[in-house]
T-cell receptor, first 116, second 113 residues
Framework: GAVVSQHPSWVICKSGTSVKIECRSL??????MFWYRQFPKQSLMLMAT?????????EQGVEKDKFLINHASLTLSTLTVTSAHPEDSSFYIC????????????FGPGTRLTVL | DQQVKQNSPSLSVQEGRISILNCDYT??????FLWYKKYPAEGPTFLIS?????DKNEDGRFTVFLNKSAKHLSLHIVPSQPGDSAVYFC????????????FGKGTTLSVSS
């Protein structure tokens, strides 16, 4: 099946710093990518929808100035957690929707963020 | 308002027996349903899916049943194996509209040998 990669797979940072997470579709083009977050023992919650060449659409309660999303190409979306705080510690997962397929989504392996 | 519900947070089954995981949804626009398996600190792995035009889809030991009138689906794993122990998420989407997946809260399956 199609492959989606995320980098880094895990990151530890100090409170107040910014962290960038990359999501790449490796063998298909994705005009739309989604960013999810999962807190321990909870479900995956959609944070935002990232559209290539346009602004991301954020879900209610997600601060767009804190979670900056850039979808600069058909194979890359980035999520930057700005001024990270310990409560931002979570598992961040992206998915990419195959533009040439039947809207099937493929998930990345996830990024574990720990903010000290 | 939870659009996708998995009301059983956990399920314990003996090896070789059947595991049945349940999922209910409320949004009648959902036309495509998926089950994912997830281990701690990993991304979800696609398991099996079903379109709303079908009521059953089978893939090896995994079968998904869809009851549209009841807005209910279930995942059957038979025979269950210890390696099946993981968190299972039910997800739904309006595939025609290409919306994001909406996930249930997950069910932790433990298969004992």
């Amino acid at each position: 099946g199609a492959v989606v990669s995320q980098h880094p797979s895990w990151v530890i940072c100090k409170s107040g710093t910014s962290v960038k997470i990359e999501c790449r579709s490796l063998d298909f083009q994705a005009t739309t990518m989604f960013w999810y977050r999962q807190f321990p023992k909870q479900s995956l919650m959609l944070m935002a929808t990232s559209n290539e060449g346009s602004k991301a659409t954020y879900e209610q309660g997600v601060e767009k100035d804190k979670f900056l999303i850039n979808h600069a190409s058909l194979t890359l979306s980035t999520l930057t957690v700005t001024s990270a705080h310990p409560e931002d510690s979570s598992f961040y997962i992206c998915s990419a929707r195959d533009s040439g397929g039947n809207n099937e989504q493929f998930f990345g392996p996830g990024t574990r963020l720990t903010v000290l | 308002d939870q659009q996708v519900k998995q009301n059983s947070p956990s399920l314990s089954v003996q090896e070789g027996r059947i595991s049945i995981l349940n999922c209910d949804y409320t949004n009648s626009m959902f036309d495509y349903f998926l089950w994912y398996k997830k281990y701690p600190a990993e991304g979800p792995t696609f398991l099996i899916s079903i379109s709303s035009i079908k009521d059953k889809n089978e893939d090896g030991r995994f079968t998904v049943f869809l009851n549209k009138s009841a807005k209910h689906l279930s995942l059957h794993i038979v025979p269950s194996q210890p390696g099946d122990s993981a968190v299972y998420f039910c997800a739904a989407t309006d595939q025609q509209a290409g919306t994001a997946l909406i996930f249930g809260k997950g069910t932790t399956l433990s298969v004992s040998s």
